[in-house]
């Protein structure tokens, strides 16, 4: 059996990540850890397992890896703690809250040898996967640009507080889109210019961004990581990629496959989704990794990588000029 | 009834005539074009003088109306000519290619006393009309974030004369100060630009650009323009706002699609359609306000002001593809 535990439910894909454990009949999911008691015991009792009210307590449990899931700015010290106790980690995205934390994440679980993993769910999606294909497979001929949004409604709570979450929008909604463009084209991006705001709520983290990106091969990208959508709005958001080439042009939009759902019983409509649920493809490949000796499909690098996007785009808003990776 | 010369017998030049034909206060007199085929067989259809020299044509006092269709660059001298000859002028958007000339057109015509309008007909289309009234409404509160897009593949033309990316400054220039001149009716001033595009790329036939504006209100606009669409022409609008959201497409909201069986026995799908009352279509409004405006001596609807305001974006635009670094708009 593998033996996984899961630091802090802070985040809410805990959840989900959760629940995909524990339909994996080759994992037991021994406890959840999480400062927060209240919290902590209703995820442990939801997914039936045992609560512990210490990390240090959980870590001593033998375990083969841990998902942790806790606000941005602790995944240093948590990474640290399973570093310590020999478990294989998947860290929830971003990475870190800025680079030095991610440097430090990355360099802690080489020395330790444990495998870091970042959690990069968008790329388990089926349709972004043989969207890859296509992009690779040169029929569009050479890219020149890419049109992304990866849009949401305000999450609130910790995520607005940017010692926490490391800003708002921005860093949010800018390391899945920016991990999928490395990931398809293998271009890495060199510039940052951005635009960004606080337009639709009352706060102080930023719940707008617009980012222009270029790349180390000459194409360029934008991405809208707006927390645009509105209340009444039918779905959460989107993950959105229209590739641009010189034999053609293909879109990708990760999250479309549902129902439309009208509703009398409270006047609504929304969408009802029956796409692939993409964190069980996540959880799939990283227990997959923890039996084997290989290197994880995403690792602390790639994080990195789609992090320091983010962070030129919050110097680029300082400066008003584009700022370099 | 008012006698209205076309200048450039083109695609847009046909349809201009078309509905100066149709309009109770108007009629064909007289059709130019350096290509005498083409002035000839527009204006036989309006029974109308066709011309080859603009001198010759505009000598004729019986013309009221120039109306210039022709590729951007010869746009100011028409302008400029027609207004010497008293005539009252409509153009074709982008007024011009610098902002010089675009001010020069806009002077001239107030000196000569005649109604100068510029074809910003996206202000007509209901869609881009009825977002607008929804803005001024506060349907979605306080404007945040907007996303526009247009596009299809490479424009055909007379002497392919899109291709030339310094006459046409390609989809920047032709294509998105569509959307420039709607952003700015319906949002303000815009104070920065940036932009990516292939301006500067060897692409033949090929045009692609996204361009970020941030107004003055503190809202920002993402702008796509494509002539790389392989599969039709497509446009889509949306408007986030402190408390809603207004989205378009054109795809969604046509009430016509088309397939066919080939004679393969393979589906053939036509473009979809999407057709609006004589009385509402968008070039017909369009002439009809202009006709208006001369008739009341009104001000023009979309004056050589605004124009140019318009042609300030798309400049910025191309100055920020070209050096990789915001611009400024001042005014």
């Known amino acids: 059996m593998i033996r996984v535990g899961m630091m802090s439910f802070a985040h809410m894909h805990a959840g989900g990540y959760a629940a995909c454990l524990g339909k994996l009949p080759q994992v037991e999911l021994v406890g959840v850890a999480d400062e927060n008691e209240t919290r902590g015991r209703a995820a442990a009792e939801a997914n039936n397992t045992d609560y512990y009210d210490s990390y240090d307590n959980l870590l001593k449990q033998n375990l083969d890896g841990v998902v942790i899931c806790s606000e941005n700015s602790r995944h240093l010290e948590m990474t640290g703690m399973a570093a310590a106790a020999g478990a294989d980690i998947l860290c929830e995205k971003p990475i870190s809250t800025n680079a030095a934390d991610a440097r430090k994440m990355i360099d802690i679980c080489r020395s330790a040898k444990v495998r870091l993993q970042t959690a990069f769910p968008c790329r388990f999606s089926p349709a972004v996967a043989q969207v890859r294909e296509v992009v690779r497979g040169g029929r569009l001929g050479e890219v020149v640009a890419v049109k992304a949004t990866n849009h949401g409604r305000m999450p609130g709570g910790w995520f607005v507080e940017p010692q926490f979450s490391g800003g708002g929008a921005i860093i949010d909604h800018t390391v899945h889109v920016a991990d999928l463009l490395r990931w398809y084209t293998g271009a890495e991006a060199v510039e940052v210019y951005a635009e960004s705001g606080t337009m639709f709520n009352d706060m102080k983290a930023e719940d707008a961004g617009l980012l222009t990106i270029s790349y180390d091969n000459g194409m360029f990208a934008t991405l809208d990581t707006s927390w645009s959508r509105p209340k009444s709005f039918p779905t959460w958001g989107d993950v959105y990629m229209e590739f641009v080439g010189t034999g053609g042009v293909v879109s990708v939009d990760a999250f479309v496959q549902h129902l439309d759902l009208y509703s009398d019983e409270n006047m609504t409509y929304g969408w009802s989704g029956w796409g692939s649920n993409i964190d069980m493809g996540l959880i799939r490949d990283w227990v997959d990794c923890l039996s084997s000796d290989r290197e994880p499909s995403i690792t602390g690098e790639d994080g990195l990588r789609a992090l320091e996007v983010a962070l030129a785009a919050y110097r680029s808003v300082g400066s008003g000029k584009p700022e370099p990776v | 009834m008012f ?111 005649v109604v100068f309008m510029v074809g910003h007909v996206l202000r007509y289309f209901p869609e881009y009309a009825s977002a607008k009234r929804l803005i001024e409404d506060g349907a979605v509160g306080k404007v945040g974030m907007v996303r526009t897009s247009r596009g299809g593949s490479f424009p055909q033309s007379a002497g392919d004369w899109y291709a030339d990316k310094v006459k046409s400054g ?51 606009a993402h702008v796509e323009g494509t002539w790389m669409r392989p599969d039709g022409f497509k446009t889509s609008l949306e408007i986030a706002g402190s408390k809603g959201l207004i989205a378009f497409n054109n795809e969604d909201s046509a009430p016509i699609k088309l397939a066919f069986a080939g004679s393969d026995g393979a589906g053939v799908e036509a473009v979809p359609q999407s057709p609006l009352s004589a009385e509402d279509d968008p070039y017909r409004l369009e002439l009809a306000d202009f006709l208006t405006a001369i008739k009341s001596g009104g001000e023009s609807p979309i004056s050589g002001e605004d124009a140019v305001e318009a042609l300030k974006i798309s400049l910025a635009a191309l100055e920020s593809i070209t050096t990789g670094q915001p611009v400024e708009i001042r005014r």
Not at chain 2, 59 to 66: E, M, Q, T, Y
Not at chain 2, 170 to 187: P, Y
């Open chain 2, 170 to 220: 390609g989809v920047t220039m032709d294509t998105l100060i569509h959307d420039f001149d709607w952003l700015r009716w319906s949002l303000g001033e815009v104070v920065r630009v940036y932009g990516k595009g292939l301006l500067e790329r060897a692409a033949e036939h090929k045009d692609y650009a996204l361009i970020t504006l941030r107004f003055a209100s503190g809202a920002v």
């Open chain 2, 3 to 113: 006698n209205v010369a076309v200048i450039g017998a083109g695609m847009m030049g046909s349809l201009h005539a078309g509905h100066y034909d149709a309009l109770p206060d108007s009629r064909v007199a007289a059709v130019l074009d350096v290509r005498p085929d083409a002035a000839r067989v527009l204006a036989e259809v309006y029974s109308a003088t066709a011309y080859g020299d603009i001198e010759e044509m505009l000598a004729d006092g019986s013309i009221d109306i120039v109306s210039i269709t022709t590729p951007t660059p010869y746009h100011k001298e028409c302008v400029l000519k027609a207004a010497a000859a008293g005539k009252h002028v409509f153009c074709e958007k982008p007024i011009a290619t610098t902002l010089e000339d675009g001010l020069e057109m806009t002077d001239a015509c107030r000196r000569a006393g």
